[in-house]
């Protein structure tokens, strides 16, 4: 006997339903408050956890060829690097308070001349210049454009290339790279 997902009643033939994009296994009762998903013939309970895509998209170099042919697609394409949200997004600069202080005050602007030129609130001219709040993407532009600098970070790989190498060998450890505040 199986439990409803929903309802929390014993049932032995549980259907699969879709309730706001979540499969849950249901009893009779329950079907009609998501719509029904036709499950393939050959359905186990252990192939819906299976983390068999994910062992065979690791070493696909060489395994791409056996197995069945949605495997194969999903081994060549995990075989290139997936793009996305963050990719195209430019980081910050980590200075970007100083940034922005040192360009509003070469300028001769107090933070509310500033935020009065940019349509925007004292407070968070205020907030974003003790480091207290991130600039949104919009205030970025609009600061950028006014003040005449760029708050992206320059280079910003050299983090990536100091764990490059680390990662792949497994050299690195926690404790390795942990600074404690003693």
């Known amino acids: 006997m199986v439990q409803c997902e929903m309802c929390g009643a014993e049932t032995s033939s549980p259907k699969t339903i879709k309730v706001e994009g979540a499969k849950l296994d249901v009893c009779s009762n329950c079907t009609d408050f998501g719509t029904e998903v036709k499950q393939p013939s050959s359905t186990s309970s252990s192939s819906k956890y299976s983390t068999s895509s994910s062992s065979s998209s690791s070493s696909s170099g060489g395994s791409s060829g056996s197995g069945s042919g949605s495997t194969a697609s999903g081994g060549s394409s995990s075989s290139q690097r997936r ?3 963050f990719d195209d997004m430019d980081e910050l600069a980590t200075d970007y308070d100083d940034l922005v202080r040192n360009a ?10 500033l935020a009065n030129e940019l349509n925007e609130k004292a407070s968070l001219i205020r907030k974003i210049e003790r480091g207290d709040t991130l600039p949104s ?38 404790g390795d ?5 003693d």
């Not at 005449?148 to 690195?172: H, P």
Request: proline fraction near 0%; charge should be negative.
């Open 83 to 85: 793009n996305d949200m």
């Open 137 to 174: 993407d919009q205030v970025q532009s609009k600061l950028e454009d006014f003040l005449e600098i760029n708050l992206n970070a320059q280079g910003g790989s050299s983090d990536d290339t100091e764990w490059s190498g680390g990662s792949s060998s497994g050299s690195y450890t926690l």
């Open 104 to 113: 509003r005050e070469g300028k001769g602007l107090s933070q509310s001349d």
């Open 177 to 181: 790279v942990v600074k404690r505040k």
